[in-house]
């Protein structure tokens, strides 16, 4: 295919964060996709985009919070995973 998807880890949390880049160029696009645990990537045969799984972004986390938290300390359970296409 032309595109490869990859995630990315910050600070050894079970969050990824995943980039799509063009195998021809190296170029990384600026799709970005936070909040994925637990997920694989799998593309379509035609490669026009890929599933993934991802969760809601945690309580703790959203508008409001406390900026400085790091993603993979908050205490929240993870509920609600969703099957996405991109």
Partial sequence: GSL???????GGSDWVTIKVKEVASGKVLDDTIPWVKFSGISFL???SG??????PVPKT??????ATKAAGTE???NENQLLCFH
């Fill in 4 to 10: 490869f998807a990859y995630g990315i880890s910050d």
């Fill in 45 to 47: 045969h035609d490669n």
């Fill in 50 to 55: 890929f599933f993934y799984a991802r969760f």
């Fill in 61 to 66: 986390m959203q508008d409001g919070a406390d």
């Fill in 75 to 77: 205490t929240d359970s």
